[in-house]
């Protein structure tokens, strides 16, 4: 029996040679889009370990919102415009929350 939303939808990016900081820049562009198409949440972490790899995460109720956002016009417009700036394939991968929590924390800013 297929389970049915909400979805935590994950995008492993890895950006290319001396694109990093450019790149973490576009991501924070194109991340709160989501949120106008009905996505409840995004988060976008960069690897201390490898600066070049970053991780997408956005929560949907359903995975048409996801769809509307990831096939839309602004990331279909972001996707073109930043293609060399990744590797590609970028593959997502939806997934189930099963267990969360948080403590209240400061947002880091990013100096790009």
């Known amino acids: 029996m297929a389970e049915s939303g909400p979805y935590t939808m994950l995008l492993p990016w890895?950006?290319?040679?001396?694109?990093?900081k450019q790149f973490a820049a576009a991501l924070l562009e194109i991340a709160p889009v989501a949120?106008?198409?009905?996505?409840?949440?995004?988060?976008?972490y960069q690897s201390h370990d490898d600066l070049y790899k970053f991780f997408h995460w956005t929560a949907v109720p359903t995975k048409l919102?996801?769809?509307q956002y990831w096939y839309g016009p602004e990331?279909?417009?972001?996707?073109?415009?930043?293609?060399?700036?990744?590797?590609?394939?970028?593959?997502?991968?939806?997934a189930h929350e099963i267990a969360s929590g948080a403590l209240e924390h400061d947002s880091v800013e990013l100096d790009v």
Not at 35 to 44: D, I, N
Not at 75 to 94: K, L
């Open 75 to 94: 990331f279909s417009r972001w996707r073109a415009e930043h293609a060399g700036w990744y590797q590609v394939p970028v593959v997502y991968a939806p």
């Open 14 to 20: 890895y950006a290319t040679l001396f694109r990093s």
């Open 65 to 67: 919102v996801w769809e």
């Open 35 to 44: 949120l106008r198409y009905g996505a409840t949440s995004y988060h976008v």
